[in-house]
């Protein structure tokens, strides 16, 4: 079946430093792919988005570009900012034999110290 | 718009009873759901609606009864709470229907659930 797998947190960076956090995917059908971000005690927003391959979702300086070679997603920013901080999930939409499927991976948890 | 609005933010329930979280979204949006935050976990699907009359069972159905009456609203229903349904709750819609897979979901702002 469909799964997403993210890298396990937490990750701890210094202000203005380079951040990765990899994602990777299984699917059966074409899926849409989006990076949400949760900040604390709030519920999730949609930082960015890509629907088909070599496409790149930008957003805040934000960057991932779907890689339907790899099967990954990965999430990168060139200079974290401490307000940066929140937990980062990477999701796919799938619609597999006609049922709509949207799944999450496990959440990577940032850090930024100033 | 006030977006997806989620009622309680807060709740404890004790072992067996029973309660019903509201969601409402003012963006008529077709495509419904409830997830569940737990650590480690990320979120899982509960229950989904495609449209009013229409639901359809998640990752994680048991002990939990949906219905969508109306576009707007998609209550979740626990029949008898167990501590095992102590999460983090979520309500999101989107603009998709069945048919479209790309379009992104709207939280709520969750409402937290602890079952002594």
């Known amino acids: 079946g469909d799964s997403v797998t993210q890298m396990e947190g937490p990750v701890t960076l210094s202000e203005e430093a380079f951040l990765t956090i990899n994602c990777t995917y299984t699917?059966?059908?074409?899926?849409?792919l989006f990076w949400y971000v949760q900040y604390p005690g709030e519920g999730l927003q949609l930082l960015l988005k890509?629907?088909?391959?070599?496409d790149k979702g930008s957003n805040k300086g934000f960057e991932a570009t779907y890689r339907k070679e790899t099967t990954s997603f990965h999430l990168e920013k060139g200079s974290v900012q401490v307000s940066d901080s929140a937990v980062y999930f990477c999701?796919?939409?799938?619609?597999?034999?006609?049922?709509?499927?949207?799944?999450f991976g496990t959440g990577t948890r940032l850090k930024v110290l100033a | 718009n006030a977006g997806v609005t989620q009622t309680p933010k807060f709740q404890v329930l004790k072992t067996g009873q029973s309660m019903t979280l509201q969601c409402a979204q003012d963006?008529?949006?077709?495509?419904m759901s409830w997830y569940r935050q737990d650590p480690g976990m990320g979120l899982r699907l509960i229950h989904y609606?495609?449209?009013?009359?229409?639901?359809d069972q998640g990752e994680v159905p048991n002990g939990y009864n949906v219905s969508r009456s109306t576009t707007e609203d998609f209550p979740l229903r626990l029949l008898s709470a167990a501590p095992s349904q102590t999460s983090v709750y979520f309500c999101?819609?989107?603009?998709?229907?069945?048919?479209?897979?790309?379009?992104?979901?709207?939280f709520g702002p969750g409402t937290r659930l602890t079952v002594l």
């Open positions: 999101a819609s989107s603009r998709g229907t069945a048919k479209s897979s790309y379009n992104e979901q709207f």
């Open positions: 699917a059966t059908g074409y899926p849409s």
């Open positions: 890509a629907t088909k391959a070599d």
């Open positions: 999701a796919l939409s799938d619609q597999p034999s006609g049922t709509y499927k949207y799944i």
């Open positions: 963006m008529n949006h077709e495509y």
């Open positions: 609606s495609v449209g009013a009359g229409i639901t």
